[in-house]
């Protein structure tokens, strides 16, 4: 886990990915003109004008909360991985192999006659030891055991960058315990709300009565884990206030840290990790952890241990029998998301493989279907998108040189990495077993805790990855001042080698300078070159950035995303300046890219502004269920599509320019309320 990374999209899509083969014969076109809905005006609805077609023509299918030109892309990798997996089952490997490892793993998560009579069979060791546990020390130690299986109960461990000294890592610890996500769940009390409570409560007594607890242990525990979780969400911050860099980092030695969190036994806690000799560590949400005091102690030892019961569930339920599934499904997939239908069996398997397998899969993957090409295009892209915001950034009128110095050497020091890595992760040391799918997840996070942990006060890794290949989306690391670009992105229709530049610097120039953008959003700017943490800001342009960062978080305030219920323009403030400013640093490198040549010609009537600025609204082109604006409007830190295109774009000039929009037209913005901040 890395909780500073910021992925294009929602990190909680589980991301598969596509490619075009590079042996393909069929040219994809750069844009298609089907994709519009020219029954309105650009000036009226860019998004709707833009994507309105494509809209209507790729209605929401019953597995699906939300449907993007996004997920076509992973849809059609899907299958290219699927194929890929099922060609190495077809053949025998080497017990031990890598090979062995993909084509085990899957097959167990396909079996399902095998998944279905064995039942909570899987679980019952763990359940066993959770139910003999004597006492608050147990409970300690059992909190670290979950932990290594990738289960949070009360708070996540994790190994990262030390902020302020970002170049060694560090224990740092994260608020979680909430199997709703988030505190809003737990402590708003409209109506919507209270209905997502009660199916809660109905998906946690499911879960224990599966596991064969009796009907009166199933309602204790369903009021215990109620009872916990809601006294987690008291004390867990907002996630605007988990925003603030500086106030979550909280670096202190191991003994400081114990003397403010006493509630629990931490020696027994790390003992159960595996960790020897912690001496500091950073507790990112301080408070939090102080205040668990009172919900712990607040706890009989019986009501910890159906908590901890059901974190196990909960995290075990999409491996284990159909039955568990569907009521994992029911609550999630259903109530939570509006989906209709699971994934069939194949696409959540391959998920699995892909989580633990990564950078195995990965490593087929580029070799067959990645193009070299690729990799060399994008650099030149990257390299004239890093110039045009070094020009942007001289220009600049709010800041001063003393700054602007500053974020010039930042601009110059980032790490950029594409198509996948230099250096592949090694598995020799994961244990993949034909016994039982949940087994075998559960060994695969405890590779990957163990992974960890050997990181704990040792440098960082530069040169490791945060995603791997086959996964469609990009991100910016501000610890390592990394962007980072997946093979899986670098194909239509975020990169089309057979695109007319307008086309290709609207989308996949944008997703550069979206990732580069990150580097000076709200967050990012908080670090420097080498990734730390600290201010090398003036005084005075950290307030003219803060003024115009606030015009945005207004603007996304305003925008009504489902009936009454508003975006959060604080909470997406990140996104948005990095939407906007994505936009106008490729804009610029399509303009330099262009001097010295004739303008080119319209294609399909377009110009080549008008393109660019479709180029960019066809990659947020989505279909989505109003239960899934609610969760997302809560838990993704990213616009929804629909504002990704029409409020990232009303601050833009070249854009009216382009579609020659009015003051009399919706989309028109005054002036005076227009920010421009990178
Ligand atoms: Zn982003």
Redesign the pocket.
């Known amino acids: 886990m890395n909780n500073k990374m910021?992925?294009?999209l929602a990190a909680s899509v589980v991301a598969l990915a596509g490619c075009s083969s590079p042996q393909k014969e069929t040219k994809v076109l750069a844009f298609n003109p089907a994709n519009m809905d020219t029954t309105v005006t650009a000036g009226e609805d860019f998004y709707q004008y833009a994507c309105g077609g494509w809209i209507k023509n790729n209605p929401l299918k019953p597995e699906y909360a939300r449907f993007g030109t996004f997920d076509q892309l992973r849809e059609d990798n899907q299958t290219q991985l699927r194929d890929l997996i099922e060609e190495l089952s077809s053949t025998q490997h080497e017990k031990g192999s890598i090979g062995d490892k993909i084509a085990t793993l899957y097959a167990l998560g396909l079996d399902s006659v095998k998944l279905n009579s064995e039942g909570a069979t899987p679980v019952k060791e763990q359940l066993d030891a959770i139910s003999a546990i004597e006492n608050t020390d147990g409970v300690a130690s059992m909190i670290a055991t979950l932990q290594r299986e990738g289960a949070y109960p009360y708070f996540a461990f994790f190994v990262s960058a030390d902020e302020k000294n970002s170049s060694m890592n560090i224990i740092q610890l994260y608020q979680a315990g909430l199997g709703l996500g988030d505190r809003d769940y737990y402590l708003q009390a409209d109506a919507n709300m209270e209905s997502i409570r009660d199916a809660y409560k109905v998906y946690i007594n499911k879960l224990f009565t599966l596991a064969g607890f009796s009907a009166e242990q199933a309602t204790a525990a369903t009021e215990a884990v109620m009872k916990t979780e809601t006294g987690i969400a008291e004390v867990s911050y907002t996630r605007e206030a988990l925003r603030d860099s500086q106030k979550n980092y909280n670096k202190m030695s191991y003994a400081d840290f114990k003397s403010k969190a006493g509630w629990m036994n931490w020696d027994a806690f790390f003992a159960g990790l595996g960790v020897k000799d912690v001496t500091d560590l950073d507790p990112k949400q301080l408070n939090f952890f102080v205040n668990l005091d009172k919900v712990f102690k607040n706890q009989t030892l019986e009501e910890q241990k159906y908590y901890l019961s059901y974190n196990l569930l909960n995290a075990a339920a999409p491996y284990l029998s159909d039955d568990f599934v569907a009521a994992s499904f029911d609550f999630y997939g259903k109530t939570l998301s509006g989906k209709q239908e699971q994934q069939p069996r194949w696409k959540r398997a391959l998920n699995t493989v892909n989580g633990s397998l990564g950078e195995a899969v990965g490593q087929m993957y580029v070799t067959k279907y990645f193009p070299a090409s690729s990799k060399e295009k994008m650099l030149t892209l990257v390299n004239n998108l890093q110039q045009a915001l070094g020009e942007r950034i001289r220009e600049l009128t709010w800041m001063g040189d003393e700054t602007k110095a500053k974020a010039e050497e930042k601009l110059a020091s980032f790490a950029v990495k594409i198509g996948y890595p230099d250096k592949w992760r090694d598995y020799s040391g994961l244990d993949i077993q034909p016994d039982s799918y949940w087994t075998n997840v559960c060994r695969s996070s405890i590779f990957d805790m163990e992974y960890q942990l050997a990181d704990i006060n040792k440098p960082v890794d530069r040169t490791r990855w945060h995603m791997s290949p086959q996964t469609v989306n990009a991100?910016?690391n501000p610890t390592t001042n990394e962007i980072c670009f997946p093979a899986a992105i670098l194909q239509p229709p975020f990169f089309n080698a057979d695109a007319d530049d307008a086309v290709n610097y609207g989308a996949i120039g944008v997703v550069i300078g979206?990732?580069m953008t990150?580097g000076f959003d709200d967050q990012g700017r908080n670090y420097d070159k080498e990734g730390n943490l600290t201010d090398w800001w003036t005084a005075e342009d950290a307030e003219r950035f803060t003024e115009r960062a606030d015009v945005l978080v207004k603007q996304y305030d305003n925008i009504l995303v489902l009936d009454t219920v508003h975006a959060n323009g604080r909470y997406t403030l990140?996104?948005n300046i990095?939407d906007h400013g994505g936009l106008l640093v490729s804009y610029q490198a399509y303009q330099n890219s262009l001097k010295g040549k004739e303008t080119p010609a319209p294609i399909d009537g377009f110009t080549n502004d008008q393109r660019f600025y479709l180029g960019y609204a066809t990659l947020w082109g989505q279909n989505i269920r109003d239960e899934e604006i609610l969760r997302l409007t809560k838990i993704d830190?990213?616009s929804l599509g629909k504002w990704r295109v029409n409020a990232a774009l009303r601050n833009i000039e070249t854009f009216y320019d382009a579609f020659g929009i009015k003051a009399s037209d919706p989309m028109f913005l005054d002036p005076a309320e227009r920010v421009v901040i990178w």
């Open positions: 910021l992925p294009l991100y910016y979206h990732e990150h990140g996104e990095a830190v990213h």
